[in-house]
């Protein structure tokens, strides 16, 4: 059904602050469709979360963002967190850095993600929930610890840097990555060991165009885990090299598992990357909420 009433949440400082002008790029798209905009831009961080939660969203036929991972990643949280079920379709308009979600979707272009949204065709989106002690959150893309934490950290204070920042920040932290033990249970089997990077990935791509879970479906239930233990300094370069074609899961140190629940426990309270967000800590469960949200594609 094409979408008439639609609610769009900016970002103007995503990415590469461009949101405001990706609003102006796409307007034409909706006024060709007679769609109706109800625009709200955001001013702080959780902005995007709040207004997830409180608008009144009767009558709405789409709940849309211009904005890129983190801005999604409030949005799940804030739609999640909602006194009654949200049945309003999810339309990603990408205006991040990365924009691993919509990648996975193969949408990247904005005016192509709007006409997908007044088209209306919609499927649906597995979302994670995510429990750290006392603290919930909900991630759709991937929750990520070690590596995936040091790379994210680096990637925020190049972010004046643009795309480019998320292949320099795993490049310089693939060169020195370090081990950290951990006890990882999968869907009750145990695994306890070090490790230098643990990915848990609810979609396929991470960071710039990482294909880090190529075999990922956001529609299936199930969690890819991708796991490095142990990779000599050469093994990590070709990693880097092959994670952008997803080559890099026949490499021996890389293993992938496919769970429907995840935990772990680390010597310490390690943080976590959700969504590209640093936020929460170890310890920490993972368990799939099947088809908890619907997504236009």
């Not at 598992?257 to 967000?277: P, Q, T, Y």
Request: hydrophobic share 45%; net charge neutral.
């Amino acid at each position: 059904m094409p979408a008439k009433h639609v609610t769009v949440v900016v970002n103007p400082r995503s990415g590469t602050r461009r949101g405001l002008a990706v609003l102006e790029e796409v307007k034409p798209v909706f006024a060709a469709a007679g769609a109706e905009l109800r625009v709200r831009v955001t001013t702080h961080a959780g902005h995007a979360a709040e207004l997830a939660r409180t608008l009144d969203l009767d009558g709405c036929d789409g709940f849309c963002l211009i904005g890129g991972d983190g801005t999604l990643h409030e949005v799940v949280g804030g739609l999640m967190a909602r006194e009654a079920p949200m049945a309003v379709p999810i339309g990603i308009i990408p205006g991040g850095t990365g924009d691993s979600v919509a990648q996975h979707f193969d949408c990247l272009d904005p005016i192509e993600a709007a006409r997908r949204i007044v088209a209306g065709k919609t499927q649906p989106l597995d979302a994670v929930r995510v429990q750290m002690g006392e603290d919930l959150a909900h991630c759709v893309n991937i929750a990520g610890w070690g590596a995936m934490v040091d790379i994210n950290r680096t990637a925020e204070r190049l972010r004046v840097l643009g795309p480019p920042r998320y292949a320099m920040a795993a490049l310089a932290h693939i060169l020195r990555a370090r081990r950290r033990r951990a006890r990882l249970v999968l869907d009750g089997r145990v695994l306890e060991d070090a490790f230098l990077l643990v990915a848990v990935c609810n979609t396929q791509y991470t960071g710039k165009g990482m294909w880090l879970a190529p075999m990922a479906d956001s529609t299936d239930g199930k969690l890819d885990v991708v796991l490095v233990r142990r990779a000599t300094r050469l093994q990590m370069l070709q990693l880097f090299r092959k994670v952008f074609d997803g080559s890099h899961v026949s490499l021996p140190c890389v293993e992938h598992h496919r769970v429907e629940s995840f935990s772990m426990e680390s010597d310490r309270a390690d943080c976590l990357n959700l969504d590209g967000e640093l936020k929460g800590s170890t310890p920490v469960s993972l368990d799939v909420i099947p088809a908890a949200l619907r997504i236009f594609v």
